[in-house]
């Protein structure tokens, strides 16, 4: 498993102890199948976006092997237009249980590809994964619509649903980042790709209304700033405006209001939020209020309504454990999480004429 020295990187006073987050590491890998697979937990199924989270988890904790096997579960079982279904029966490629396609899904193999890249430095598996990302991108980008946005999925029967979420474009404009910058690295130049990160960003920061109204959702808050494409102070005003309906002191962040009910996996990346932004101590204090939901196992709940003092679901999801690994391995200052999550000094840039 996850040697001291990598676990001792993985401690943050008041969240994490050395020892707690080895629990939480050999916790993840116990939901990995022996074929690389990552359901949310055995016996539930598994979903690519959060297959990969919980892939760079095992990353920051010196768990490569376990992470390499994730990506080449991916790899083997990319369907032939370079998507993934939305959901496989506990992670077996031969029983998918939504047909979908998810854009956002899809795009996020790039950012684990990329952070996989920067944390073990092993251009063989780069060079065996760049199919992969590559033809996720195509399908990615053959659902961005003229205003920028990316439709948010295609149905079994190849309808495209065109509606897009603020959410999911926000964390496929991320995806397009790490694209670039495997691209970038192979020396592989993809100006269509840059075309489209632009006028993605462009609709993200400066364009809600082209948005699914999701507003009630803490992730449509919190997301286009976790993901960079609200920077500077535009992303604090953003965070600002809505603290005050989404945390619950002590408790953590809402999922939706205004139900009473906070979530391990929003409050984690609230605080990968608030790092981007530089409330390093904010970050830290969201990650402490939600130790009430930490099992004994070393594993997280993946909820809690207050209003019944009742954990619901009654479920530990491999996901939820990842998410609160890499908001501290950022806090940390591990190399490979800060440089995926943090805003680089300079992206590429393109504003519609039009817009």
């Known amino acids: 498993m996850s040697s001291p020295e990598r676990t001792e990187l993985l401690t ?28 949310w937990f055995r016996g539930h199924h598994l979903d690519p976006w959060d297959h990969v989270e919980a892939a760079m988890a095992l990353d920051t904790a010196g768990e490569h092997a376990r992470a390499e096997a994730a990506y080449a579960w991916l790899a083997r079982h990319q ?22 396609r998810e854009s956002n899904f899809c795009a996020y ?39 920028g946005t990316v439709a948010w999925k295609r149905e079994p029967d190849g309808t495209v649903r065109t509606e897009a979420l603020l959410t999911g474009c926000s964390s496929i ?22 075309l489209a990160f632009g006028r993605l960003g462009h609709a993200v920061a400066r364009h809600p209304e082209r948005f699914a109204d999701k507003s009630r959702y803490s992730m449509d808050w919190y997301y286009p700033v976790l993901t960079g494409a609200v920077t500077g102070p535009a992303a604090k005003e953003r965070i600002e405006a809505d603290w ?14 205004p139900n009473p009910w906070v979530t391990g996996g929003e409050s984690a990346e609230l605080a990968l939020a608030l790092w981007v932004t ?27 309504v207050f209003e019944d003092d009742a954990v619901w679901p009654r479920e530990q999801t ?23 999550f943090g805003v680089p000094a300079t992206t590429p840039d393109f504003t519609p004429p039009c817009c």
């Open 12 to 39: 943050l006073p008041g969240v994490l102890t050395a020892e707690q987050a080895a629990a939480t590491v050999a916790g993840i890998a116990a939901q990995q199948r022996p074929d690389g697979a990552i359901p």
């Open 79 to 100: 369907l032939p237009d370079g998507s993934w279904y939305a959901a496989y029966a506990d992670g077996d490629a031969k029983a998918p249980t939504d047909l979908g």
């Open 109 to 147: 193999v790039a950012v684990g590809v990329w952070h996989h890249y920067l944390a073990t430095g092993d251009d063989t598996f780069l060079d065996r994964m760049w199919p992969v990302v590559a033809a996720a991108t195509g399908f990615v980008l053959g659902l961005q619509q003229p205003d």
């Open 173 to 194: 404009y991320q995806a397009l980042r790490c694209a670039l910058a495997v691209a970038e690295h192979r020396e592989e130049p993809q100006p269509d790709w840059e």
């Open 244 to 257: 005050d309906r989404f945390v619950v002191p002590g408790l953590g962040v809402r999922c939706v209001t």
């Open 278 to 304: 530089g409330e390093s101590d904010r970050a830290v204090e969201i990650l402490r209020s939600i130790n009430h939901l930490r099992a004994a196992n070393g594993m997280y709940w993946t909820g809690y």
């Open 318 to 340: 491999a996901w939820t454990a990842g998410a609160l690994l890499l908001a501290v391995a950022a806090l940390g200052g591990d190399p490979a999480t800060t440089d995926v």
